[in-house]
């Protein structure tokens, strides 16, 4: 058999591109395996990553979400403690509006131009309260014999001795010897008189504002003249001295000179307080009203202004305070 060349050519040709086509097809699949593999590896790296971040992520909302959760129990607990911190003042504030709501009441103020603050309304009640206490300090009130019962009243009538139609210019407590005699208010003594006669031991009391009283028939006294008093200091004892049926204390009280009923007086009180003014026409009440109100007010206002800080109210009005020296 004769070589033929062509004929080899032909046999590789064949079979060498089935081999090198098969080849290629092996080597392909390899490389896209190999390739799918690699890929497929980082892509399952990346996602185990970022797993792992979002893991810690949630981690940390969760401690934040913990701290603010405490956070906000701790804030819960403040402003409790804020609002019943504000409940509690408002209650105080409440009943300190309903206590100056009785004041005023007491003090009859209430149909009068509401004032408009807290301090406002406590300054004007106290004017008035102050202004009734300074009232009850200088004027003579109340009964310097206590238990004493009246026994006779002001007015004319027949002396139980002398048996004459005649002024009887005070009133007379029936008390046993000795009973205690206080100051109904507060005074200078002006006399201290010893006597055997009339009114026989008698104490003259100087009170401020023109009123003046006196008690007769006393067994001793405790004051000297010239001496001052304030309310309710013991200044003697009741007895029978001087023109007298038997133990008592004849009361009197002068304006000016001139006897008053001492009765309204000795009745006069922080209930009844108009009725002295209704009853007792011969002073002029007003006037002196207007007097002792400016008098209390300057010292209201002095030691309001020490309370400034309390109500912490400004552009409270002070009176002016002028002093005439040309008398
Ligand atoms: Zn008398």
Not at 45 to 69: F, G, M
Not at 203 to 223: A, D, E, P, R, W
Not at 240 to 269: A, D, M, Q
Not at 298 to 321: E, G, R, W
């Amino acid at each position: 058999m004769m070589f033929n060349p062509k004929n080899v050519t032909t046999k590789l040709r064949s079979g060498d591109i089935k081999a090198l086509t098969a080849n290629v097809a092996r080597y392909t699949g390899l490389f896209i395996v190999c390739g799918l593999v690699t890929y497929g590896t980082n892509a399952i790296v990346e996602l185990y990553t970022s797993a792992q971040n979002s893991h810690q992520q949630v981690s940390k909302l969760r401690n934040k979400a913990l701290e603010l959760s405490a956070s906000l129990s701790e804030e819960t607990a403040l402003n409790k403690t804020l609002n019943d911190s504000l409940e509690k003042k408002t209650q105080s504030l409440e009943k300190l509006n309903q206590r100056i709501d009785d004041m005023e009441n007491i003090l009859g103020l209430s149909d009068e131009n509401p004032p408009q603050t807290i301090k406002q309304r406590v300054d004007t009640a106290a004017i008035n309260s102050a202004v009734k206490a300074t009232l009850f300090q200088l004027i003579p009130n109340g009964k310097p014999t206590p238990d004493a019962p009246l026994t006779s009243g002001f007015g004319t009538r027949v002396h139980p001795i002398t048996k004459q139609r005649k002024n009887h210019d005070g009133l007379d407590f029936g008390a046993s010897k000795g009973t205690p005699i206080y100051a109904p208010a507060d005074a200078v003594i002006e006399k201290v008189n010893a006597s055997k006669y009339g009114y026989g031991n008698q104490l003259t009391l100087n009170h401020t504002m023109g009123f003046v009283s006196t008690y007769s028939h006393m067994s001793k006294f405790n004051v000297k003249q010239g001496q001052f008093v304030n309310k309710g200091e013991l200044i003697g004892w009741t007895g029978n001295s001087g023109l007298s049926t038997g133990p008592h204390l004849h009361y009197e009280i002068h304006f000016l000179g001139k006897p008053l009923n001492p009765r309204p007086f000795v009745n006069w009180n922080i209930e009844n307080f108009d009725t002295l003014f209704e009853k007792e026409p011969n002073v002029e009440w007003t006037s002196l009203l207007n007097t002792v109100g400016s008098m209390v007010e300057m010292q209201v206002q002095l030691a309001s202004d020490h309370s400034q800080d309390i109500f912490n109210t400004a552009n409270h009005p002070k009176p002016k305070v002028t002093f005439d020296t040309h008398k």
